[in-house]
Each structure stands twice: as structure tokens, then as C-alpha cells.
């Protein structure tokens, strides 16, 4: 596969929730979210994800599970983006990829992506989450499991429905603030 299939931008596009054509990006790293760790009770996986120029992290569905335990989806692989939505969680973006394809596997690692900063408020970030910590303790009372909600606004809760596959309608949907995107090239 060719490097001239990934474009400058493509990540601040996701993060961004912009509608791109033929949308490439190499994996640089797997991670493994246990369920415990994760608001769901499915083990997840989280990909360090490049255009060549900037790396985002972003969650894969975890229908798509399979492609990472079967070894489609590992380092260095190239991915076309098919469907994705991205999210503000606290002070965080957030990005899912909600429908990819492998379009092939490279043997090194192309261009020196740097890491594209996903806080809407650098500065203010670490007061948001310790006030939405403090805030789920006082009203749950201290217990080793993870918060189920988020921020407490309405685009959270419905980004926890779609985690858990409460949402309904085509392939562009709104949910919240964020809009499920499908890319403009669909096919293969």
C-alpha cells in the first residue's frame, strides 16, 4: 500500500466530525481496554491511528473486534474509514470508528506523525474531570467501579446510548452534538 493514500488533515477531520472522501489512516498501536475499564461490559479496543502528519487515539466498534483478534488490524496496517463519529466527553474529543476496512498492511511506518491534541480546554482539563469525579462520588457514594455517565449534559447520555446500541435511524445520524458519519466512499 502507498503512502500517497494518507492525507494531511484527515485526523482533525475525524476529530471534527468533517465528511472527507476516501479517508486512509495507518495504525501505529492496539490497545486492549478490558471491560472494566471500559462503560461497557464488551472488551474494546483502542487504535493510536496516523495520517502521516498528526495520530489521534480512537475507539473501534466492537463488532469490528474481530479483525484485531484474527490479526487484520495491527501495526502499521492501513484502514479505510467508512463510518465515524466523533464526540465531546468532558474537555475531551473523542473519536469511534464505527465501520472500517483494512485496505492493506505497510511495513514500516510512514511520515513522523506528531500527537494532534484532543482537549477542547488544555488548561481547564483536569479541573472538568476532578469536578465530574467529585460530582458522580457525592451523588454514588465512593465505589471501585467506573462512572456510567458522562459530563451529565445531554450529548454525553446520548453518547453512552450509542455505545450500547440504542440509536436508531440512516447512516448520517445525529446524536447529540455529533453527527455519525459515513464516508463518500463507501465501497471498495
Known amino acids: 500500500m502507498s503512502p500517497r493514500v494518507l492525507k494531511r488533515g484527515t485526523c482533525r477531520a475525524l476529530m471534527c466530525n468533517d465528511l472527507l472522501s476516501n479517508p486512509y489512516l495507518q495504525v501505529l498501536g492496539v490497545i486492549s481496554v478490558p471491560p472494566a475499564a471500559s462503560f461497557t ?24 473486534n474481530y479483525l484485531v483478534v484474527a490479526g487484520r488490524i495491527k501495526v502499521h496496517t492501513i484502514l479505510a474509514v467508512r463510518t465515524f463519529f466523533a464526540v465531546e466527553f468532558c474537555t475531551l474529543r473523542i473519536v469511534r470508528l464505527e465501520d472500517v476496512a483494512v485496505a492493506g498492511a505497510a511495513t514500516r511506518l510512514y511520515g513522523q506523525p506528531t ?3 484532543i482537549s477542547l480546554d488544555p488548561a481547564n482539563a483536569a479541573g472538568q474531570v476532578m469536578k465530574f469525579l467529585l460530582e458522580d462520588v457525592c451523588r454514588n457514594g465512593f465505589t471501585t467501579q467506573l462512572p456510567l455517565k458522562g459530563c451529565s449534559d445531554r450529548e454525553d447520555e446520548d453518547f453512552f446510548d450509542t455505545r450500547n446500541g440504542k440509536r436508531e435511524g440512516g447512516k448520517d445520524r445525529q446524536i447529540g452534538g455529533a453527527r455519525l458519519m459515513s464516508s463518500a466512499a463507501d465501497t471498495f
Open 115 to 117: 500527537s494532534l491534541d
Open 41 to 64: 461490559n464488551a472488551l474494546e479496543f483502542q487504535l493510536k491511528i496516523s495520517d502521516g502528519f498528526e495520530a489521534i487515539y480512537a475507539m473501534l466498534n466492537p463488532s469490528l
